[in-house]
């Protein structure tokens, strides 16, 4: 939202060429989406509002999960390899770049649409870090766990203990 009067200012100039007429401080218009995409009625219910909605509570619950997969296993020294970990490497990054997408889709900004790309990007270089990191304290476990799991979509079905993906 504290980028929103910022976008609105730099792009006042197309948007009442564009839209005449169209109060963009009003709340409804504030929701960028729905006015450039011609959308009508309630902001919070056209389809991009819903999704982001999903996406976002999706995220969360993606992340508090991963989170207390990830505690327990830090706790015993062990590897996370169960619940979201079971699906996709990187589950709590993957939460993180959900949420983003999800509020980027409700109130695109100017700073948001600039910060998004770069957030994925350290997300991606953190992932790959910590990975390194796997390696050297788990060594072929990881590399097997690696192996047998995606990075980054998740997969639906997990595979049984000591199966190999082919």
Known sequence: ????????????????????????????????????????????????????????????????????????????????????YARCRHPQYLAFIMIMFGFLLQWPTIPTLVMFPILVVVYVRLAKREEQMALAEFGDEYRTYMHNTPAWIPTIKTLQPGASRT
């Open 1 to 84: 939202m504290y980028g929103f009067p910022l976008s609105i200012y730099f792009l006042s100039g197309w948007l009442t060429e564009k839209y005449p007429g169209v109060d963009f401080l009003s709340h409804e218009n504030g929701h960028l989406w729905h006015t450039l995409l011609g959308f009508e009625g309630n902001a919070h219910w056209d389809p991009l509002h819903i999704a982001s909605n999903l996406i976002i509570v999706l995220g969360f619950f993606m992340l508090a999960s991963a989170w207390a997969v990830l505690h327990k296993a830090q706790q015993g020294r062990s590897l996370a390899a169960t619940g979201w």
